[in-house]
């Protein structure tokens, strides 16, 4: 039996801004890997280099604003990137091949191999967070620390349901939409939305709903995984599961917390997170 620390609870959370900035400014640049130019941004000069990896249809300015702008900056050097297909990282269009979140993993690596980072810690939401359990499974020599929140290993027949729920996004909320619809215009916002959900329900036929469930083992890195109890897209039954299979893992619950758990709780979840890091 795998030796689990029982998930902790976090404290009541007090919805507020985030922390002072330290003045460093925020780089952003294109780089090309493996046959795309990848768009990032960058900011801190601290010798940790931290890599936040956004969810669907994410960027690193649209899922991460908060993070770039509070994080420690004399700790850590962070990096944003906008998966192929998504935010500044167009062309090509997002497309969801069989092997989807695998492309992502290698992407990611690769970029922080060409941006001369030799070790990296990865924090992932969402796809995000899929994206970097495989990476920190497939590549554990240049991982230093693992951080993941709604995320998931397997989709299940009440994961398609809720997938189907947000399918359709004119049915999105006013403020969740707005900043996408400005990214991408409707028409590519909606299309590649029915494109998701298409290609990650796909998982489902897997056996067990496989995603990257067999990886969970091979993650040798310290890992802290994150779930908001109150996440309408992710039951927390993904957020133990991967726990329970990443021996060491830790497991942090916040009451409150939805699945932007780390936009709502900024100065909350970067505590937690750079606690974690140090």
């Known amino acids: ?18 922390a002072a900035c330290y003045g460093t400014s925020v780089t952003s640049g294109k780089i090309q890997v493996n046959g795309v130019h990848l768009h990032y941004q960058q ?35 962070v990096v944003a990137w906008d998966p192929r297909g998504y935010g500044k990282s167009i062309p090509p269009s997002r497309d969801f091949p069989p092997d989807f979140f695998e492309r992502d993993a290698k992407d990611a690596v690769d970029l922080m191999q060409a941006l001369k980072f030799k070790k990296f810690s990865l924090l992932g939401w969402s796809d995000g967070g899929i994206t970097a359990l495989i990476a920190a499974a497939r590549y554990p020599n240049l991982i230093h620390k693992l951080v993941v929140w709604g995320a998931n290993a397997s989709v ?36 590649t939305c029915e494109a998701w959900v298409d290609g990650i329900s796909r998982f489902a036929h897997n ?18 995984i994150i779930h908001g109890e109150k996440d309408p897209l992710v039951p927390q039954a993904h957020a133990e599961y991967i726990h329970k299979h990443i021996k060491g893992s830790r497991l942090l619950l916040m009451p409150e917390g939805k699945h932007n758990l780390h936009l709502r709780f900024a100065e909350d979840f970067s505590r937690e997170v750079e606690n974690f890091l140090r």
Not at 51 to 76: A, I, R, V, Y
Not at 182 to 187: A, D, I
């Open 156 to 191: 299940t027949q009440e994961d398609v349901r809720i997938y189907n729920g947000i399918r359709d996004v004119s049915k999105w909320s006013e403020k969740v939409k707005k900043p996408l619809e400005e990214l991408y215009g409707h028409k590519y916002f909606a299309e």
């Open 207 to 224: 056996s067990d709903g496989n995603i990257c469930q067999e990886l969970l083992p091979d993650i040798k890195c310290p890992t802290f």
């Open 43 to 77: 900011t801190g000069e601290g010798s940790h280099a931290v890599l936040l990896l956004p969810g669907m249809l994410g960027s690193g300015q649209t899922d991460f604003g908060p993070q770039l702008k509070s994080m420690n900056k004399q700790l850590f050097t």
């Open 1 to 18: 039996l795998l030796q689990l620390q029982p998930p902790a609870r976090a404290a009541p959370l007090t919805a507020r801004g985030p």
